[in-house]
């Protein structure tokens, strides 16, 4: 029996930078679109947590699969930039790879799957185990920036509600998960207050990123193609996880630590390993585990 | 035995290169060439024109062929492909009563100025599958008419304009910069000219269900099909350094105009009122559905409750795009292992909580 797990051994570490693809603009986008996006960037970063409306263009690849991160990304990278992209806390997930081989042909820039060496990350679900610098951008991939939507689909209310700080519906959405289950349920997507001003939608992050966000070091740039929006957490700014004094925020937690590098403050993926379902436990983070394991560490390698 | 799927560069390219060979179908079979689907597939072509919002037959057919005919993917090609190209400023209004038709029908005069002109239709073509076509296709050509169309084609709404018997059709003022759906995001409420865009960029399907729906008493505006022509007009362009507009080409179109039921006021005598609808190439289906969504999202503007899903104009612009509609659908494909954990470890500790009351009750 042979279990492939799906993470990679070794890291191909810092990949150099290839030709860049002849007949595109640097990072594929037009010089007057990336100033249309960094003015919108630029005012998201002063309104933190408020969603900026930008002329969000057709990319080559399709609305919900992070139109809106690699538009912020093709704003904001430069040639001497160094790119990480990650899904699911990976660099080698299949979209992951597809959007970094984007910027590899478009931009023609550097590509790592080491958190430390990137100066941009862009993500979709996940924010980094290490913890990230003022020299770094964490870059999102955002599917619905409304952290309302679910509870009022109109964005003319929608936008209202947030000019008029009415985040009554939220809370009372997150109280009557405590009145149904003792608790509140929602497990990612957490939602967030920003600088005290903005309730925020983090992104589909598990609550367990949610704290990483508080004050970070690093720039946090949101981008949501297909809904047209652009936000921001600037560095050192608070980003607090909606709660109650009685039932405060808290994170997941798991009895069990990585197979493969015996991390226990690491957020893990459960993969089910026969067909009597036997499971085992690995860091999401790839690129976490393999500077673990590098450093020495192990974990027990799972079931036998 | 369990093998994690693990996706790398490798797995991509061959799985593009498969798709490659799918596409191409058996070899012995000759391949499609761009001028057979632009002859042959041209209602095809005319479809990723108007949605794709870029008029060329030429590109139209060739994401056709990459898309192996899915004309939702093409539409996406024919997008992804415009969204690069260079803008150089706004045409002048295309005046569709100059149009040299080729079609033209109204469904409330018997006759009128010009005449009707069934021109080419599948309305009264009986629905029996031709096999004599399946072996081949040697029909002798239609024939020439003794007499031209009449080159003076009124249009029919003009016509009762003429009498104030609907409302005119005032354009927003001379020069006022016409709001671009895909330069800027949406604001809602949405004037006229975005809400125009929405729906001609809109997916053909979507338009057809919601004008049916119209139809069968989710927002009834009780249309008529006013006028329905297809033909060629000239598209012209003002250089900011001649001054003056200049013909920069033709294209065929389809255009609708409902006549609809008739609104009143004080100030206003009743008269009826119009849904619009225009596309690309030849379209006519979409360009019915079109005029009556249209219609059904002017609802406001007449003071009607608007009540029914082809009313609410947030709900019928934000979804009619395919291209957008068609990617969140299918991101659904893409990894959410790690907020699958999440609800697993959520609805695990629920489950506990629930057992431990259970325990404790028992």
């Known amino acids: 029996m042979t279990t492939v797990i799906p993470h990679p051994t070794k890291s191909t570490a810092t990949a150099a930078a290839p030709a860049q693809l002849e007949g595109y603009n640097f990072a594929y986008l037009d010089e007057q679109t990336k100033r249309m996006i960094r003015r919108a960037v630029l005012k998201a970063v002063a309104v933190p947590g408020y969603q900026v409306p930008f002329g969000s263009r057709e990319m080559p690849l399709p609305y919900g699969w992070g139109t809106g991160g690699i538009q912020v990304t093709a704003a904001v990278i430069g040639p001497d930039d160094t790119l990480k992209v990650i899904d699911q806390g990976a660099d080698d997930t299949t979209n992951a790879v597809n959007i970094r081989r984007f910027f590899a042909k478009t931009a023609g820039v550097a590509t790592t799957d080491r958190t430390a060496d990137a100066s941009i990350i862009q993500t979709r679900h996940r924010i980094p185990e290490k913890k990230l610098t003022e020299a770094q951008i964490l870059v999102y991939q955002v599917p619905i920036p409304e952290p309302l939507r679910q509870l009022e689909p109109r964005e003319a209310e929608t936008r209202k509600m947030h000019a008029l700080e009415e985040y009554g519906v939220m809370h009372v959405s997150l109280y009557e998960d405590i009145a149904k289950f003792g608790r509140i349920t929602r497990s990612y997507n957490y939602p967030v207050r920003v600088n005290g001003r903005y309730v925020m939608a983090p992104s589909p992050i598990p609550k367990f990123d949610n704290p990483k966000m508080d004050r970070m070091p690093a720039l946090q740039l949101f981008g949501a193609g297909r809904e047209k929006r652009i936000y921001a957490v600037p560095p050192y700014t608070e980003v607090k996880s909606l709660d109650f004094e009685d039932h405060p925020f808290e994170v997941e937690t798991w009895e069990q630590s990585c197979a493969l590098c015996g991390a226990g403050d690491s957020y893990l993926d459960e993969v089910v390993v026969d067909d009597k379902g036997t499971r085992m436990y690995v860091c999401s983070d790839s690129d976490h585990c393999r500077e673990r394991r590098e450093a020495g560490h192990q974990g027990d390698g799972g079931p036998k | ?362």
């Not at chain 2, 008029?55 to 898309?67: G, N, S, V």
């Not at chain 2, 009986?126 to 002798?140: I, K, Q, S, V, Y």
């Not at chain 2, 099909?225 to 297809?230: L, P």
């Not at chain 2, 009540?307 to 709900?315: G, I, K, L, R, S």
């Open chain 2, 1 to 362: 035995m369990y093998v994690a799927v693990k996706g790398g560069d490798r797995a991509i390219e061959n799985s593009q290169k498969l798709l490659d060979e799918e596409r191409r179908g058996d070899p012995r079979v000759p391949e499609l060439t761009l001028a057979q689907i632009r002859e042959q597939m041209s209602l095809a072509v005319d479809r990723v024109m108007t949605e794709g919002s870029l008029y060329d037959p030429e590109l139209a057919a060739l994401a056709i062929k990459q898309a192996r005919g899915d004309l939702v993917e093409a539409i996406f090609l024919l997008r992804a492909y415009r969204t690069t190209l260079p803008r150089f400023g706004l045409g002048e209004p295309l005046d569709t009563s100059a149009m040299a038709v080729r079609r033209r029908i109204s469904a409330t005069y018997k006759d009128l100025p010009g005449g009707q002109l069934l021109g080419s239709s599948f309305d009264y073509t009986h629905r029996l599958l031709d096999f004599a076509l399946a072996a081949g296709d040697e029909r002798p050509a239609a024939e020439i008419a003794p007499e031209a169309v009449d080159d003076s084609m009124p249009k029919v709404a003009e016509i009762l304009d003429q009498e104030g018997l609907i409302e005119r059709e005032e354009p927003d003022g001379d020069r006022l910069p016409v709001f671009d759906l895909t330069r800027e995001s949406p604001r809602y409420p949405a004037d006229r000219s975005a809400r125009l865009q929405n729906l001609a960029r809109g997916d053909e399907g979507w338009l057809l269900g919601l004008g049916y729906s119209t139809q069968r008493g989710y927002g009834n505006n009780h249309p008529f099909a006013g006028e329905i022509r297809v033909g060629e007009v000239a598209v012209e362009f003002a250089p900011e350094e001649l001054g003056f507009p200049i013909e920069i080409g033709e294209i065929t179109v389809t255009e609708c105009e409902m006549i609809n039921q008739f609104k009143g006021s004080a100030a206003v005598p009743p008269q009826f009122t119009r849904g619009y609808g225009l596309t690309f190439g030849n379209c006519e289906r979409k360009a019915m559905a079109m005029a009556l969504v249209d219609r059904a999202l002017r609802a406001r503007d007449f003071g009607e409750a608007a009540e029914a899903p082809a009313q609410d104009e947030e709900f019928v612009m934000a979804h009619s795009d395919n291209v957008e509609a068609s990617g969140f659908v299918q991101h659904l494909k893409l990894p959410h292992y790690v907020d699958f954990q999440a609800e697993l470890v959520t609805v695990r500790a629920l489950r506990r909580k629930a057992a431990a009351l259970r325990d404790a009750a028992e």
